[in-house]
């Protein structure tokens, strides 16, 4: 009927912290981040049932209004899931609500029904569910895992007689156990998806277990199979890039080899990688983070697996050995499919440096040849402009011996004795030299800085 938040929403720091500078705008919440996610207390014989839903699409307000159809939270305010983590007692069990990044955890911890206990075969453990009928179907979001975890108490010293319990307890099922720590409980699962849709988990533990220790037992396996399950999420991705690697890797080949034999132009290439390089970039900016999210997640379930501090069982495997005997290829799938993808990327971009090389020689090449025929231009230019100057002179002196010889007529017809062409004639050799030098001193104050 109440709800209890964690204390990640814990009230402001007392009035005596006005001794200290001002508080960066993250330090309660980064302080805080380490009880965010507090363990629940369980005490056994108990029941979990867990579900975790993908919540891409779905928002907070979504949740808040589901979490509102339990017993007594129909006031459940909004406020209370600013934070990351949420716990509602209604009466004789407790439900909490966890949101991550990529998913949402939801986990009804019930009493266990006296049918389950240790001993029975293949008990019914939804059999009287303590929410009501369509409280679990009516999860927002995608359900990636769903977990029956009964954590019972048994006695752990006849290890032989135990463990035929516990197999009649999966129906006869393989199963893979393990026990936890120094040996304070077991840990027995078959991880195998029932009709029902859930898969099942068994902790048996004796009585001095108390329920904060049950309650970190059973956060950890719960977080091993979703952490497990997340993971692999990866791997259909990575095998989906398969094919599209391969064949973006043969038609890199091919157009190296274009480019090693000069068999295509330059704009057909370029055309050509420039596509293949948006495919390239394309995958990685469509799967970067899926990788990265699942390198993240297979990191978390080696952390949960040496939490555990697993002791072998006669007969049985390790869950963590069991679990990373499997997990380990379709991690390294996934890694391998990464590399592929960053190398093939980079190897795209080493033939678009070749390429551009090819056409900047080509360019460099191009523009000598223009320099020179501009050069050769230059130098007809000069040589025309050298023959022009020369006729020029040649005309401007014929016009000034032309005016010197009518000054010299008019001299005689004023009675002067002078006779006009032999005076223009003797008059044509400084004439010329007068010319070309006055052309030499304009030369000159034209080449002058």
């Known amino acids: 009927m109440t709800s209890s938040l964690s204390s990640a929403a814990a009230a402001p720091f007392p009035a005596s912290f006005a001794l200290l500078p001002p508080d960066d705008a993250q330090r309660a919440v980064l302080h805080n981040e380490l009880h965010a996610r507090p363990s629940a207390r369980v005490r056994l014989p108990a029941l979990i049932i867990y579900v975790a839903v993908l919540n891409a699409g779905v928002t907070r307000e979504q949740e808040c209004e589901h979490l509102r159809r339990l017993p ?16 509602l007692r209604c009466g004789g069990y407790s439900v909490q609500w966890e949101r991550h990044t990529e998913f949402t ?26 929410v009501a009928p369509g409280w679990l179907p009516g999860i927002p979001g995608r359900t990636v895992a769903a ?3 009964a954590l019972v108490h048994g006695d752990l010293s ?15 099922r393989a199963v893979v156990a393990s026990q936890l720590g120094n040996g304070h409980s077991w840990a027995v699962t078959a991880f195998h998806l029932g009709a029902d849709g859930f898969e099942r988990m068994l902790v048996i533990a004796p009585p001095a277990m108390t329920d904060m220790r049950a309650g970190r ?71 970067s983070y899926r990788f990265s999210a699942t390198w993240a997640y297979s990191a978390l379930v080696g952390q949960r697996i040496a939490e555990l501090r697993e002791k072998p069982i ?52 191009q523009n000598q040849q223009l320099l020179e025929k501009l050069t050769r231009g230059q130098e007809l230019q000069l040589r025309l402009q050298s023959t022009v100057e020369g006729l020029s002179i040649a005309a401007i002196s014929y016009y000034v011996v032309s005016l010197l010889l ?26 010329l030299w007068g010319v070309w030098r006055t052309t030499r001193r304009i030369h000159e104050k034209i080449r002058a800085p």
């Not at 007594?72 to 716990?87: A, E, R, Y």
């Not at 390294?332 to 093939?344: E, M």
């Open 72 to 87: 007594g939270q129909q006031d459940l305010p909004q406020d209370s899931l600013n934070g990351n983590f949420l716990s």
């Open 105 to 130: 955890r939801y986990a009804v911890v019930q009493p266990l029904p006296a049918s389950a206990l240790l001993g029975a075969a293949e008990p019914l453990l939804l059999s009287a569910p303590v």
């Open 147 to 149: 977990i029956q975890l």
């Open 158 to 172: 006849g290890e032989a007689a135990l463990m035929a319990q516990a197999l009649a307890w999966f129906g006869g």
């Open 217 to 287: 037992i059973s956060q950890r396996l719960l977080e091993l199979e979703t952490y497990r399950l997340m993971a692999l999420r990866g791997l259909p991705v990575a095998k989906a890039l398969g094919p599209m690697l391969a064949e973006a890797e043969g038609q890199l080949a091919d157009i190296t080899a274009r480019l090693e034999n000069k068999s295509a132009s330059d704009q057909d290439l370029l055309d050509t990688l420039v596509s293949l390089a948006a495919r390239v970039e394309r995958a990685t900016a469509e799967h």
């Open 314 to 365: 006669s007969g049985t495997q390790l869950l963590g050995e069991f679990m990373q005997r499997r997990l380990s290829p379709a991690m390294a799938t996934v890694a391998a499919t990464a590399q592929r993808l960053a190398s093939l990327s980079e190897r795209v971009s080493r033939t678009s440096a070749l390429l551009r090389t090819r056409v900047d020689i080509a360019t460099e090449v």
């Open 406 to 431: 009518y000054v010299g007529k008019a001299l005689k017809a004023a009675g002067a004795p002078v006779n006009p062409e032999i005076a223009a004639g003797a008059l044509i050799p400084l004439v």
